[in-house]
């Protein structure tokens, strides 16, 4: 069955940057859309953007612009959210979604990652 | 993009009904019929419950059934069980490869 594993929880200082990988694995990697979803502490859940694995052009919320970087590596078969310029409010876990169609933007689907705590302190 | 707004908190007793609404705008809700809803359990992956506003994933209890009016979305469980109690999220394809999600809504069964 579909398979998305994210890395590990990463402790980070405010200003520094992070990266989280979500690797993928029984589907067709490039041909369904990849989103990224965080929930702070108490907070809903909240759309952060979309990768297409296929050309690696990806759409990113208006909040978060200038500051995510979404990546794909097609041998891989590993999408990669970093997120720069951390700040206490960015303390979340973060997860990867696959799309529920090929090629659809519509939403995140019944595939999700476990999720991966981010924590900014100083 | 503003998030959709969603009721803080709904409840029913065991085997009484329950909706949760999901307010968008003519920009997200009242323009596309991509309107989904997430169940989603403290410390594990949000489930999918609905797509399509009214479409069941397989495995999806036939409780839970989903509809739209204008620029609102509902969400109905029917027959309420424990395990329904959970936080749920509406979503919504908001155009050029955006989406917003709702407040969430805590649904307690007494």
């Known amino acids: 069955q579909v398979q998305l594993v994210q890395s590990g929880a990463e402790v980070k200082k405010p200003g520094a940057s992070v990266k989280v990988s979500c690797k993928a694995s029984?589907?067709?990697?490039?041909?369904?859309?990849m989103h990224w979803v965080r929930q702070a502490p108490g907070q809903g859940l909240e759309w952060m953007g979309i990768?297409?694995?296929?050309?690696?052009?990806?759409t990113y919320a208006q909040k978060f612009q200038g500051r995510v970087t979404m990546t794909r590596d097609t041998s891989t078969t590993t999408v990669y959210m970093e997120l720069s310029s951390l700040r206490s409010e960015d303390t979340a876990v973060y997860y990867c979604?696959?799309?529920?169609?090929?090629?659809?933007?519509?939403?995140?689907?019944?595939?999700w990652g476990q999720g991966t705590l981010v924590t900014v302190s100083s | 993009q503003s998030a959709l707004t969603q009721p803080p908190s709904a409840s029913g007793s065991p085997g009484q009904s329950v909706t949760i609404s999901c307010t968008g705008t003519?920009?997200?809700?009242?323009?596309?019929?991509?309107v989904s809803w997430y169940q989603h359990h403290p410390g594990k992956a949000p489930k999918l419950m609905i797509y399509?506003?009214?479409k069941r994933p397989s495995g999806v209890p036939d409780r839970f059934s989903g509809s739209k009016s204008g620029n609102t979305a509902s969400l109905t469980v029917s027959g309420l069980q424990a395990e329904d109690e959970a936080d749920y999220y509406c979503?919504?394809?908001?155009?050029?490869?955006?989406?917003?999600f709702g407040g969430g809504t805590k649904l307690t069964v007494l």
């Open positions: 399509e506003v009214s």
């Open positions: 003519s920009s997200d809700v009242g323009s596309y019929n991509y």
């Open positions: 990768i297409n694995p296929t050309t690696g052009s990806a």
């Open positions: 029984a589907y067709t990697f490039t041909i369904y859309y």
């Open positions: 979604a696959k799309a529920q169609w090929v090629y659809d933007s519509s939403g995140p689907g019944d595939s």
């Open positions: 979503s919504s394809y908001a155009g050029s490869n955006n989406v917003v």
